[in-house]
């Protein structure tokens, strides 16, 4: 047998118990939700400061927590279809994935703008400032989700059944419930801190 | 074609290469290169402290304006001072001991120690190492742009790097610094994602936990703390980021200069900052020693002949280390205001650490106690951290008790402290594993009567150079100034000053000999041979490793790494991939054949 680095298998590594792809982005996932634990700390350390001024967060805030709830519901959709070798379940599933997120997206501009009629905007009191911000990276996660199912729905289309068996779909839908989930507990957070 | 059946072109094999030992390769070149750079401009700020007002027209070439003509000379500009002092931290923290360190020898050991043909994933730990290399480029660049080099210290606290107008370092010098670091952080995530996988995915058949090399332990434990940490530097950076250039007022209040407003931002907490700041500060003062540990384990137990006293309770140790990292962060904030209540609690749970860092300490004692001690190069540098931990560490005492700190804050003890602790002692464990590993690394051994010529001018000049520090600190003279001759109370220094200036640049120069020495054994070495130390670790069951590391199938392990000098076993070392029956049935495993059919 020729030996090489290509050649790195199960067999070699009884360890390799879990994707190392996946494990790697589960291991990132928690760098991630670091970085929030961060902001969300920040914030609570600086509203303790005082010079803090409370607003109520737009209701459309909440109907993006739903569209992200839809968007998971129709990746677990997309799953089951590859799971199944129902391509055609898999391509409606992204295709919902991918409109979900869309109207995800909307609803936190749409967020943003109803913000700002009510004179909350980036620069100003802190509270407004970190709302912007934590808002602002996380839709930056969530547009990277967005882009990896663009790929993967035209993949979807692309590919026969058996190409498609051999994406890593389980890998997509786990960042992409995990920004979905993200934001619900951004929601709560803001809501409740 | 490489050995391994590759086709490999110039470009693949030396630039973009996805070897984990050649990108271990490049992380080592470019910390001693960023070694250089930051030890130069230390001798430089060295040289203002020992002879305020010197002339610096020498630097007129390449750094005219750090200077200002005061009628006589062109002296070192104060501001440029600050800058010189904040790149010197910059680099040597990041650039050198984070990624120098752990970049090298995280990417050459991980493999070749757990038993893997490479990373968890290539191609990340290849872009990894290409981020650091262009943020090690923009931090570069910033030296030599004419406003300088950001100057609010390696700390970068608010307000100096907040208002671009605070210094003139505090303009596009603190910006490039802030998109140089963005870049660092995230080559630093994708180094430590691919530690961790790989160390829990990929280790050989018989590869548990409790037969991983110390070296393992650190480099895994480094990469969590990592992973944990540097994301929270990010986001305080996010946050000066938009203070600096978007009006936010996260960080800033209520600056007045001379009874005018310097900026409309009100109501923001420099604190805020520095509890960001710190939540990755102090874990990261581990991501520094952790690796340095590591190295200095595993070549004491291989040089003394000995088993590490202690596998587990090291362990142990590692892991509360790792874990109390996170809770000590305080500390570095006792006089910002702190509730004396939690200062309390940041001070306890700072000292609790001195109990598993006295365990490493008293094991790496005991692990050389009686043993066949073989001065190796590595191994004098390995003793050297032992020796350098304990006096940094006894004054780690000290300034963690907030009575004691409270005074001391901001001193030159400070200083001398944490450039024993932390800078000089893993500088010696990055020094102990290059001599020690140099022969994996290019084949070939270094010299050893050069490389003992390093070690004690280093060792002799680090204790100069930073020893008296501490009493200049005890008297009270802060970091940071620019001149003891301005002030009374600090004036009665400057000969000691002139010493520790003295002992800086003897220190400095004796690294050439180290530069000398590993260019000069990279071509013209002795030849190392398979296994020069006889050491117990998989990669010493490489010959000549090329992509893939074995040509056969990778050994099992069947035994710890330390089984040194065991008795009933005629060698005085035992290695992991020799079997229980080959040992009954007598098999020669310092035998070259063995080894081959082996690996």
């Avoid at chain 1, 991630?32 to 400061?49: D, E, N, Q, W």
């Avoid at chain 2, 004054?395 to 944490?418: E, K, M, Q, R």
């Avoid at chain 2, 290019?442 to 100069?464: E, K, P």
């Avoid at chain 2, 076993?569 to 495993?589: I, R």
Wanted: charged share 10%; net charge neutral.
């Amino acid at each position: 047998m020729n030996y090489s680095v290509d050649s790195v298998d199960s067999t070699e590594s009884p360890g390799f118990k879990v994707d190392p792809v996946k494990f790697t982005l589960w291991v990132f996932l928690v760098s991630v939700a670091m970085l929030f634990a961060a902001f969300t700390s920040g914030y609570i350390v600086r509203k303790a400061k005082g010079d803090w001024v409370d607003f109520d967060l737009p209701p459309v805030f909440l109907y993006s927590c739903l569209a992200a709830v839809m968007a998971s519901i129709a990746m677990y959709m997309a799953q089951r279809g590859q799971k199944t070798v129902k391509k055609r379940l898999t391509q409606i599933g992204l295709g919902f994935s991918l409109a979900f997120g869309l109207l995800f997206m909307y609803l936190q501009w749409e967020g943003w703008r109803q913000l700002t009629e009510q004179g909350i905007y980036l620069v100003g009191n802190a509270s407004g400032s970190f709302l912007y911000v934590i808002s602002g990276v996380h839709a930056v996660h969530f547009i990277v989700g967005l882009l990896i199912i663009v790929i993967a729905l035209i993949r979807s289309f692309i590919l026969d059944n058996k190409g498609l068996a051999q994406q890593r779909l389980s890998s997509v839908a786990t960042y992409w419930h995990f920004v979905g989930v993200l934001w619900i507990y951004l929601y709560l957070f803001f809501n409740l801190a | 074609m490489s050995a391994h059946g590759h086709t490999e072109s110039f470009i693949s094999k030396y630039i973009f290469s996805q070897d984990h030992k050649t990108i271990a390769k490049q992380y080592l070149i470019t910390g001693i290169f960023m070694g250089f750079v930051g030890g130069l401009l230390s001798v430089i700020f060295r040289l203002q402290l020992g002879w305020d007002g010197m002339d610096m027209s020498f630097l007129k070439g390449t750094f005219g304006n750090y200077l200002a003509d005061n009628g006589e000379a062109f002296v070192l500009a104060p501001d440029k001072y600050l800058a010189l002092v904040t790149m010197h931290g910059t680099i040597l923290v990041f650039f050198v001991l984070t990624a120098g360190l752990s970049g090298t020898f995280s990417n050459l050991l991980i493999p070749l120690q757990i038993g893997a043909r490479d990373m968890a994933s290539p191609f990340l730990n290849m872009l990894s190492y290409w981020i650091f290399f262009l943020s090690t480029v923009i931090m570069l660049a910033s030296l030599f742009i004419e406003s300088g080099p950001a100057s609010a210290g390696w700390t970068i606290y608010p307000p100096l790097s907040a208002l671009p107008k605070a210094l003139p370092g505090s303009g596009l010098g603190m910006t490039l610094w802030l998109v140089s670091m963005a870049l660092f952080i995230a080559s630093s995530l994708m180094g430590s994602l691919n530690y961790i996988s790989t160390v829990l995915n990929l280790r050989t058949k018989g590869m548990s936990f409790n037969k991983l090399p110390l070296t393992i332990w650190g480099f895994f434990l480094t990469a969590i703390v990592g992973v944990l940490s540097f994301p929270v530097l990010l986001s305080a950076a996010l946050l000066l980021i938009f203070d600096r250039s978007f009006g936010t007022s996260f960080y800033l209040s209520d600056i007045f200069l001379q009874g005018e407003a310097l900026t409309a931002q009100t109501g923001g907490s420099p604190i805020l900052f520095q509890h960001l700041f710190w939540f990755l500060g102090h874990p990261e003062v581990y991501i520094i020693i952790m690796p340095a540990f590591g190295i200095t384990s595993e070549v004491i137990s291989t040089m003394a002949r000995k088993p590490i006293f202690g596998y587990h309770a090291m362990v142990i140790s590692l892991v509360g280390i790792s874990g109390l990292s996170f809770l000590v962060w305080g500390h570095h904030m006792f006089v910002t205001g702190m509730n004396p209540f939690l200062g309390s609690v940041f001070m306890i749970v700072t000292l609790i650490i001195a109990i598993p860092s006295a365990v490493k300490t008293f094991n790496y004692l005991a692990t050389l106690w009686r043993g066949n001690i073989q001065f190796s190069n590595g191994m004098l540098f390995a003793i050297g951290l032992v020796s350098l931990f304990i006096s940094g560490g006894l004054t780690g005492l000290f300034v963690g008790n907030a009575a004691i700190d409270i005074p001391l804050h901001n001193t030159y003890f400070v200083v001398a402290h944490f450039h024993i602790v932390m800078g000089a002692s893993a500088i010696f464990g990055m020094f102990s594993g290059v001599y020690h590993w140099f022969p994996k690394m290019f084949g070939r051994l270094m010299d050893r009567r050069l490389g003992m010529w390093h070690f004690w001018l280093t060792f002799i000049t680090v204790y100069c150079v930073f020893f008296p520090q501490h009493f200049i600190g005890l008297a009270g003279v802060p970091r940071r100034y620019y001149a003891f001759t301005e002030f009374d109370f600090a004036a009665g220094f400057v000969d000691l000053n002139k010493f520790i200036t003295v002992a800086a640049i003897i220190g400095f120069t004796a690294q050439f000999i180290f530069l000398y020495n590993f260019v000069k054994s990279i071509f013209w070495g002795e030849k190392a041979g398979r296994n020069p130390w006889k050491a117990n670790s998989l990669e010493w069951t490489v010959a000549e490793p090329g992509h893939g590391n074995w040509t056969g199938p990778i050994p099992t392990v069947y035994r710890g790494p330390h089984e040194y000098s065991k008795p009933g076993v005629a060698l005085d070392y035992l290695p992991q991939h020799v079997s229980d029956e080959d040992l009954a049935k007598g098999v020669d495993y310092d035998n070259e054949q063995y080894v081959q059919a082996k690996a």
